[in-house]
């Protein structure tokens, strides 16, 4: 929308609403934790809260990044110090956020910890609640001969630690990447990586077999070509999933190539000996992040992650004004787009709070109260959540009220209430400027 | 001499969209474009919806470029470009060529955001694929444009709709023989959007896609991907070379891997999925800002995770001078490096203007 | 809420076609919140028959009252009506009949259909949820009314008709209340109560006994 | 004499107003279109639509964004059923529906646009001159 061009007009009034400096910060991966440091470099008050004992997040299960040098250890390590070393961040571990009321500028926030509920106010909330590897594995094979993807990624950490773990590797490897949804590049660069980190620590036979490659990433490209001339072998599925069935050595995976497929009728199936299957797991939102949406009344997309699939709210906008979201839980898994998201996250924050004030434009949506049936339509169909129903003191409705603070002006409501009780005041169209236009 | 808090190098939706960040939290913003006038590469593209939107975000351009065109904090110099940058972190002198005029001007400031862009690979480098030599070889951006203006698909020889379509995907990008040695990540998304939009516009449209991996990145784009392969053809072989027979029908040949041997096939307009290079003058911009111009042209970041950083205090990176990025990974890249200007101007001047809705 | 439902506009120009000066009357109460009877409706309503009688010189004007069914509401229409050849209420039947009641000289039209008394399952969405019977035994039927939204009205269990939960007169659009009354009791460990038979009902206390009235001489002035 | 059909379109003013007023397309818009600008498509009411006709329009429609890019989620989608509703009222009074349409557009399609005003402006055109030879009499006081 653009904020200057716009004469406000003679119904409206511009008035100087203070609001809360203070940022909470949902979530303490990643993205969490550089909201929260770029917050503070902005001024900003942060609670930062985090579901388990201690911040850090997904990140710290990956063995290493994708496609990238840097330490994922180093990387969150040296923001859990700075945060802790920070005076304005207030870190929350083993906390959920229970309660969200109020509006932009002003949420009233409850979080559960220890058993105890803390009430909090704070001006916007940045979701950074990342994303979770499911456990669960399709497909069969023997539990010990199959393993998911976070599981290699936590033995390779071992095998990265001591000698004696790499001569344990098994001799032949396969890695299947199932092409499906928006985890699959994740899954796709993750064989990459993972597939080079065990040829390059062991001398184990490597396999991948994906549908397709991912390199849509920095460096990735060149893990690609890497992983290839370390010797990793890669098959690319066409049409078949790969089946498997178990022998008396190990495991038996086969795919069909189509480039393997040779003149004379050979429709390019190979049958990989393995002893160790490496399967998918889905990625998916956490199971409190489902409750939070429901807390915060957002929108998401049909797969459940953050943030409704639409271009206007991207990067990091939700539907409600002062509500952003950042990183994992958009279902983001490439780092450098979480980082910089995250800081997008804090300018977008910046914007709305800066000095504690806003200039709001108030009265270009209005109630006429004694004309409204309070039958609720408008609430239920504004899509910024910027109507409340206002009661009397002994608790009765009495109206619905606009809350221009975070009101978008689109005049849905005003089409919807079919007690004509709403009306637009500025920037609105009416009925002789269609005469004059007929 | 004007004095300015942020000087954004390229009015791509980019920079715009660094300039809108700087500009919302009161800043005063200059944005410097080479061309006539704003918008870049991202200005041309059409829209790709078919029943719903396929997330192409080319509407966003148009949309920030209106907003940025009547931001009282934003100052637009066109046909203008960057001819020297002195100075350090918070006070650089910034001297411009000014190409309507001829003449020099000066700007001082304090911040420097770097959205020089980049280029579509040149396609005639890939002589064998035929682009200017035949005619109804086009590259991605040829046909987007040709979407945006007439709304429709046509053969550019004689204006007739085309039966059979094939979209080359990879040209310039992940080809070490010509040194772009990586991926430009929008292609993929560009080309199924405008192959199924081409067969929304022409029902009987057959349309074939040649690749090596397709991309899939983004929300919806695995879905849209799925409904893509049920009424396009997809083969995993990149065309050896593509010929124009006398009947303006292009004869496309390529290694069938089924059959294990090279097959010939003719289709009536071929689309060149062109990748991203580095701007031509990137070399020179690194250069004047004494900024590291990375090893394949893209602009580098010294830190690997912070994409905006660049080795001098106070000038950062944003959008496809880094790398290559689609639209929405523009913004996002861009959004972040106003966030590092705006930090580092707030620790110097603060701004008292209350922010308005 | 009563939920109705606008008339099909060639039922209503046939009511209006041989008056010229036509006021179109809303309800401020349940028709406007089942959108269709308020001052929107009303408006909506104008406008389409000026489409309507686009050649007939007829002239429509709107009003709407905070409800149609109490006479002091109808009250300051009177100057209105009275400048009108004709009205068409935008109320339920009752609002209707108080109006017509209240103005006994001048010919009013319904302009909607009145359906029944329900909620909005969801938004636009109505169903009947209460069938008014005069006895109401939600508290022995974990507060699901087999009366109204058991398509038979049964009072001990659903019949033969139940499938997976919906009901066979129309298994689209209708779930079995029973099997809705069973899962709600069990939910509230309630189940206990279903072991007692009820009686056949007393249909005496619904509209099987003439015309309903209900007398409270306290209230009364 | 065929006087040209009056259309009324209301414009979101994200996608069919930017798509009205893009300058890169040569062809500018015809006189008997008039352009109204709303905040969101979704703030087009019924009464708004059937007002248009009322004041003498001919066709009407709604320019909104494509399904999903509604900057206010789901005003388009709000606004294209209001626009069903009322194409059967038109129906209902014995008119053309297709005298009122949804458009989805996006902001850089301004060829489009145009394309969709030139469409309805075509089978408005047929429908008021089939019913003015129909009176066969004065064609300015024909819908």
Avoid at chain 1, 117 to 122: G, P, Q
Avoid at chain 2, 257 to 284: I, W, Y
Wanted: glycine share 8%; with cysteine; aromatic share 6%.
């Amino acid at each position: 929308m653009n904020h200057y061009s716009k004469t406000v007009n003679s119904g409206v009034r511009l008035e100087r609403i203070s609001v809360n400096k203070r940022v909470l910060v949902v979530g303490g991966g990643m993205a969490g934790l550089e909201t929260a440091l770029k917050l503070t470099r902005l001024g900003y008050e942060v609670t930062l809260l985090e579901t388990a004992e201690s911040p850090g997040g997904s990140i710290l299960s990956l063995s290493s990044l994708y496609g990238l040098s840097g330490e994922s250890d180093l990387l969150v390590q040296s923001r859990i110090e700075a945060i802790k070393q920070n005076p304005a961040v207030r870190v929350l571990t083993g906390a959920r956020l229970v309660g969200v009321t109020g509006t932009v500028g002003d949420f009233r926030v409850e979080i559960e910890q220890a058993g105890q509920t803390i009430e909090n106010r704070c001006g916007a909330i940045v979701v950074a609640t990342g994303l979770e590897f499911g456990e669960e594995l399709p497909g069969t094979g023997s539990p010990e001969k199959t393993i998911s993807h976070k599981e290699l990624e936590r033995r390779l950490v071992d095998l990265q630690q001591s000698e004696t773990n790499r001569s344990r590797m098994p001799s032949n490897i396969c890695l299947i990447v199932e092409d499906e949804g928006v985890d699959s590049a994740m899954f796709s660069a993750s064989a990459l990586k993972n597939a080079l980190a065990i040829k390059r620590l062991s001398k184990s036979s490597v396999f991948v077999c994906c549908d397709n490659v991912n390199v849509a990433g920095s460096g990735l490209e060149e893990l690609y070509r890497e992983a290839r001339s370390e010797g990793v072998v890669i098959f690319r599925l066409e049409d078949m999933r790969p089946q498997v069935r178990e022998t008396r050595t190990g495991l038996a995976v086969t795919v069909k190539d189509s480039s393997a497929a040779a003149p004379g009728g050979w429709q390019g199936l190979i049958e990989i000996e393995c002893d160790l299957l490496v399967l998918p797991e889905r990625a998916t939102v956490p199971a409190d992040g489902v409750s939070l949406q429901h807390l915060l009344n957002v929108s998401c997309d049909s797969d459940g992650w953050f943030q409704e699939n639409n271009v206007w709210a991207k990067p990091v906008e939700s539907n409600r004004r002062g509500i952003f979201f950042a990183g994992g839980c958009r279902g983001n898994f490439d780092v450098e787009d979480i980082l910089a998201e995250a800081k997008g996250a804090a300018l977008e924050v910046h914007n709305l709070l800066r000095h504690g004030k806003r200039l709001v434009p108030v009265g270009r949506v209005a109630v006429d109260a004694s004309k409204c049936a309070v039958c609720l339509t408008c609430l239920r169909s504004c899509p910024h959540d910027a109507i409340e129903i206002l009661v009397d003191d002994k608790g009765h409705n009495k109206a619905a009220r606009i809350i221009d603070i975070a009101c978008e002006a689109c005049g849905i409501c005003v089409a919807q209430c079919p007690a004509n009780a709403i009306q637009m005041l500025a920037d609105q169209f009416r009925d002789q400027d269609v005469a004059v236009s007929v | 001499m004007p004095e300015s808090d942020l000087v954004v190098i390229g009015g791509g939706i980019a920079g715009v969209t660094a300039a809108l960040g700087a500009a919302e939290s009161a800043y005063s913003v200059y944005i410097v474009e080479k061309n006539a006038d704003i918008g870049g590469h991202g200005a041309r593209l059409c829209c790709k919806a078919t029943d719903a939107c396929r997330q192409c975000g080319a509407c966003v351009v148009a949309d920030k470029l209106d907003q940025v065109r009547s931001n009282p904090h934003i100052s637009i110099l066109t046909n203008t470009e960057v001819e020297q940058v002195s100075g350090s972190a918070g006070d650089f002198h910034v001297s411009l060529l000014c190409r309507d005029i001829n003449e020099k001007t000066f700007l001082d400031t304090a911040a420097v955001i770097v959205a020089s862009g980049f280029e579509p690979f040149d396609a005639r480098h890939k002589p064998q694929l035929g682009y200017r030599t035949s005619a109804n070889v086009v590259t991605g951006l040829d046909l987007e444009e040709q979407i945006r203006l007439t709304g429709s698909v046509a053969r550019p020889s004689d204006g007739r709709p085309p039966s059979r379509i094939a979209f080359i995907q990879c040209v310039g990008s992940r080809d070490a023989h010509i040194g772009n040695d990586y991926c430009s990540r929008v292609c993929c998304k560009y080309a199924l959007r405008m192959a199924g939009l081409a067969q929304s516009l022409l029902p009987e449209l057959d349309v074939a896609v040649f690749y090596m991996d397709i991309q899939i990145a983004g929300k919806g784009f695995h879905e849209f991907y799925q409904t893509c392969r049920e009424t396009m053809r997809f083969v995993r072989s990149i065309p050896v070379s593509v010929r124009e027979s006398d009947s303006e029908a292009l004869e496309v040949q390529y290694e069938d891997s089924a059959k294990g041997r090279l097959v010939r096939e003719t289709f009536d307009m071929v689309v060149l999925s062109v990748g991203m290079v580095p701007a031509r003058d990137a070399t020179d911009l690194a250069t004047i800002l004494g900024i590291d111009a990375g090893s394949c042209g893209f602009f580098a970041n010294p830190e690997p995770t912070d994409t905006n950083r660049t080795a001098v205090e106070g000038i950062w990176l944003a959008g496809a001078c880094q790398g290559p990025k689609d639209i929405e990974g523009s913004i996002a890249h861009a959004r972040a490096a106003a966030m590092d200007a705006v930090s580092f101007l707030s620790s110097r001047r603060n701004i008292l203007s209350e922010p308005l809705l | 809420m009563i939920v109705a439902e606008r008339k099909p506009i060639a039922e209503i120009r046939q009511m209006l076609e041989s008056h010229r000066k036509i006021l179109v009357v809303g309800c401020g109460a349940c028709v406007t919140v089942c959108m269709a009877g308020g001052e929107r409706e009303a408006e909506l309503m104008a406008a389409t028959l000026d489409l309507v009688f686009r050649n007939d010189s007829k002239c429509f004007s709107v009003d709407c009252v905070e409800r149609q069914c109490e006479p002091e509401f109808l009250d300051p229409l009177t100057g209105k009506v009275n400048a009108n050849d004709c009205v068409l209420s935008m109320a339920c039947g009752v609002g209707v009949q108080t109006m017509a009641a209240q103005f006994p000289h001048v010919p009013i039209y319904p302009g909607l259909n009145t359906h029944f008394m329900g909620r909005p399952l969801e938004q636009g969405l109505w169903s009947e949820t209460c069938a008014g019977c005069g006895n109401c035994i939600l508290y022995k039927t974990g507060g699901i009314c087999p009366i109204a939204r058991c398509s038979k009205s049964l009072l001990n269990g659903p019949c033969g008709g139940s499938v997976n939960g919906r009901c066979e007169v129309d298994p689209d659009n209708i779930e079995c209340a029973w099997q809705l009354i069973y899962d709600r009791m069990k939910e509230a460990g309630t189940l206990d109560l279903l072991d007692e038979i009820m009686p056949p009902k007393d249909w005496s206390d619904s509209a099987h006994g003439g015309v309903r009235r209900v007398v409270r001489e306290d209230v009364m002035l | 004499m065929r006087r040209e059909p009056r259309i009324v379109a209301f414009c979101c003013e994200h996608s069919g107003k930017l798509a009205a007023g893009d300058e890169s397309s040569s062809a500018a818009l015809p006189d008997n279109v008039g352009i109204i600008s709303v905040p969101c498509s979704g703030s087009v009411q019924t009464i708004d639509i059937l007002g248009a006709f009322r004041a003498g329009a001919d066709g009407v429609a709604v320019f909104g964004c494509h399904e999903g890019s509604c900057k206010h989620v789901t005003g388009n989608k709000m606004v294209k059923k209001r626009v069903e509703y009322v194409a059967r009222t038109l129906e209902e009074i014995g008119w053309n529906r297709e005298r009122v349409a949804f458009f989805p557009v996006a902001a850089v399609e301004s060829k489009v646009f145009r394309d969709r005003l030139a469409e309805l402006s075509e089978n408005v055109r047929d429908r008021i001159h089939g019913y003015e030879k129909c009176l066969g009499k004065q064609s300015e006081s024909a819908p």
